[in-house]
């Protein structure tokens, strides 16, 4: 069954590999990375994503940080930095209370090998945000780059399966941590992606 074109208000978005936009904005702080969340193409990316998936008005109240040395510390002290750990750790194994971490880095391994991919340990764990956002992405990019309809449901299948065993099982509780401490951007970012992961295990109409 064909699905509906992007509208024009979305024909930007619809072209973005969303998860691979997810995974750079959440990555380690840099003054580089801190310029393009600042610039006005980021700002009006936000936006936009911000209108398709969060409730109304909630694009009136996107705040950012004004200087790099405040978005570097925010992110240290919430996501690496804490007595016993962050305030919001963004590694799956933190959230997890009946699965011993080693089980739940062992279980991303092994999606991750399907695809024969090998994640970077001295960069961020098997089990942490990015890396899982990092596999979605290479996922998407191959499911939406196969000619043959019957090759790219096996892709959407391993997509949505991942999705709902390990990052909806502690993203949204995550989100939750966040809104406590309120900071700019960063909570933004998190609500977006719970919302657009939910999405991607709707099914196809």
């Not at 072209?15 to 009006?44: D, I, M, T």
């Not at 098997?126 to 790219?152: C, G, K, M, W």
Request: proline letters at 8%; a neutral charge; one cysteine or more.
């Amino acid at each position: 069954m064909a699905t509906a074109a992007a509208s024009p208000k979305h024909a930007r978005t619809a072209e973005l590999n969303l998860y691979s936009v997810f995974a750079s904005c959440l990555g380690h702080p840099s003054p580089k990375r801190f310029s393009w969340l600042s610039g006005q193409e980021c700002r009006a990316l936000l936006k936009e994503l911000t209108a398709q998936f969060l409730p109304k008005g909630a694009a009136r109240r996107v705040r950012f940080f004004s200087e790099y040395s405040a978005y570097e510390a925010a992110y240290i002290s919430l996501f690496e930095v804490g007595v016993p750990e962050p305030s919001v750790p963004l590694l799956e194994s933190a959230y997890s209370r009946k699965i011993a971490a080693q089980d739940v880095v062992l279980d991303c391994v092994n999606f991750y090998d399907v695809l024969g991919l090998r994640p970077s340990g001295s960069v961020f764990p098997p089990d942490h945000l990015v890396t899982q956002i990092e596999f979605l992405a290479a996922v998407s990019y191959l499911r939406e780059n196969e000619t043959l309809p019957e090759n790219r449901e096996p892709l959407r299948r391993l997509e949505r399966e991942f999705i709902e065993r390990h990052l909806l099982s502690w993203v949204p509780a995550a989100c939750e941590k966040l809104e406590k401490n309120n900071p700019p951007l960063f909570l933004l970012l998190l609500r977006l992606l719970s919302a657009y992961l939910r999405k991607a295990c709707l099914p196809i109409l």
